[in-house]
């Protein structure tokens, strides 16, 4: 079964690495920013500011003000350094400036995302897709380097081959979401670019949280790869609930961006859902 614990969190071993941090400043990226600077990683954070003064000083308070679970992520005694640019998230050149920059930065983890339901009607909005094709591209004239993809419940199999749906526990009415919010399209199609670069050398990891929570991380959470089933043997979703919280997810990024190499290319190409088990559950399966 594919449950992660409190325990096996704690036990991570992992090496030291520099995320560059895409919409550095929304509510999952500044959990895991946090969790990853305690844990001794370095990061550059992209927001929006001013200049990188400004910017430096905006993801100062913004983590300043994020409020942690205890235990959890393991803490160094010698934290990460924190950087950050209010370059254009939208343009392929502010990653391959910052890769050809910076060798020491070997991932970047996008956490953008449409928070506003008149952003979610509008088929126009092409945020995700225009984001994640600047991150290829830049990329592409530069140097790859690992690809972490905060991106949303609503899509189902194998990023490039994957369709707008909802997970199998879902009711049949909740696929007209995909009507009445046109902005999940774009965010499937946005897997779709990650997909048709790993022939060039991209590796890249998809998570799809089910619906996000701004509550403290429970750590009881399950996760399968590609596509969902009620019955499934790696993640019964019929003992599944429909959400997670924030702090969880950056949690797991964090988790599987520090796995051993291994490990790590294991999770390479697939789009995972995420979400909190049942107490019920939980407690038949121990």
Known sequence: MHVCTCKQIKMMKHKKRH?????????????????????????????????????????????????????????????????????NILKPETYAQLLREDESIDAICCFVGVTKVKDM???KNMLYTDTIQAIVDGQRNSRWVETFYHGSVGTEGVPGQSITAW?????????????????????????????????????????RPAALKDTPAKRQYGYVFDTTALDSEELPLRYAK?????????????????????ERTQWYGHGVYLVDMKDKYLKNNK
């Open 167 to 207: 997970p199998a526990n879902y009711n049949r009415l909740s696929n007209l979401v995909q009507v009445i919010f046109p902005i999940f399209k774009n965010v499937t199609k946005s897997e779709a670019i990650l997909a048709k670069a790993q022939s060039e050398g991209l590796n890249f990891i998809i998570f």
């Open 19 to 87: 995320f560059l941090v895409v919409a550095a400043a929304s509510r999952g990226a500044r959990f895991f920013i946090k969790k990853a600077l305690r844990q001794g990683h370095d990061v550059t954070a992209l927001c929006r500011a001013a200049d990188d003064k400004a910017a430096l000083k905006r993801m100062n308070n913004v983590l300043e003000n994020t409020n942690l679970t205890p235990n959890g992520i393991a803490v160094k005694h010698t934290a990460g350094k924190l950087k950050a640019k209010n370059s």
């Open 121 to 123: 009607i509008n088929a």
């Open 242 to 262: 429909r959400t997670i919280s924030r702090e969880d997810t950056a949690e797991e990024i964090l988790r599987v961006a520090t796995l051993p190499n291994d």
